[in-house]
């Protein structure tokens, strides 16, 4: 019988120090949970806000899949690159003249096919195509390949991403939010067998404000005018959790949160 389907997701990557977190954490967690596939969110991985073709293929070294959300667009050789590189997801809601693709079909090393699909909010966010018909799209043609299908939906508002994990919940393995970079502790399993939680949290510096350094946040706050926002490079925090998945069924089958933090 085979082994169950243990995938490993983790948030938001935030500029250099969340992939050099990436690089000093990654084999912990690949010890503690031996998972079949490696899944991040890179859309704030090239110097804090966007990616680009060399950050891309240096943690597509250490993941087997990226996922996004509303800073996609903020580098401009991610355009292209997001028509190449498919193992990149942006958004599928954008509408379709947007490069790149929001769902992806990958095989773990025992060749089984674990399907991707993202997503963004519209709560507080730009006003894109409705992330739940989307999705009903979508999923009814992943699940012609795979009953193993995963959900990165990148949000503002809690109560937009905890309605689409119910609205899913019994057609999807997992869904899982990002963009806020402060992960909840309200991971668990929905009565129909989809893992959930409201947001994964980050990987990036220790002791920040969502990834940022805390005096640049502050004097925003302080002053209200505009700041120029840089990646806390100090210490290092890996946030993320691992799902466990019934391979025939595509039922989740337990949901375990990860938080690592250290400081330099």
Same mark, same amino acid.
């Not at 120029?228 to 490079?233: S, V, Y």
């Not at 890996?238 to 025939?248: L, N, R, T």
């Given at each position: 019988m085979p082994d169950n389907i243990r995938i490993l997701f983790l948030g938001d990557i935030i500029g250099r120090p969340g992939r050099r977190a990436l690089q000093r954490h990654l084999s912990r967690l690949r010890k503690k949970h031996d998972p079949h596939l490696i899944v991040a969110n890179g859309e704030n991985s090239a110097g804090g806000i966007g990616i680009t073709e060399q950050v891309g293929r240096e943690l597509l070294e250490r993941v087997d899949a990226l996922t996004s959300g509303n800073h996609i667009w903020d580098k401009k050789d991610a355009l292209t690159y997001l028509d190449e590189e498919r193992r990149i997801l942006r958004p599928a809601n954008y509408p379709s003249p947007c490069p790149g693709k929001g769902v992806g079909v990958y095989t773990d090393g025992l060749g089984r096919k674990i399907g991707i699909l993202n997503l963004q909010g519209r709560v507080f966010m730009e006003p894109i195509d409705c992330p739940f018909r989307r999705a009903d799209?979508?999923?009814?043609?992943?699940?012609?390949?795979?009953?193993?299908?995963?959900?990165?939906?990148?949000?503002?508002? /809690?109560?937009?991403?905890?309605?689409?994990?119910?609205?899913?919940?019994?057609?999807v393995s997992a869904v899982v939010g990002t963009h806020t970079h402060v992960q909840t502790a309200d991971e668990r399993i929905l009565p129909q067998g989809t893992a959930f939680i409201t947001d994964l949290?980050?990987?990036?510096?220790?002791? /920040?404000?969502?990834?940022?350094?805390?005096?640049?946040?502050?004097?925003?706050?302080?002053?209200?005018?505009?700041?120029?926002?840089?990646?806390?490079?100090?210490?290092?925090?890996?946030?993320?959790?691992?799902?466990?998945?019934?391979?025939?069924?595509?039922?989740?089958l337990s949901i375990t949160r990860e938080m690592l933090i250290e400081g330099d």
């Open positions: 799209e979508e999923i009814s043609l992943l699940s012609r390949e795979t009953s193993v299908i995963l959900v990165d939906l990148h949000a503002e508002a /809690t109560s937009e991403k905890q309605a689409l994990g119910w609205y899913l919940d019994g057609r949290g980050m990987v990036g510096g220790s002791d /920040t404000v969502i990834g940022i350094r805390r005096d640049q946040a502050m004097q925003r706050f302080l002053t209200g005018r505009p700041q120029r926002f840089e990646p806390e490079k100090q210490g290092s925090r890996v946030e993320g959790v691992c799902i466990e998945i019934d391979p025939d069924t595509g039922r989740a």
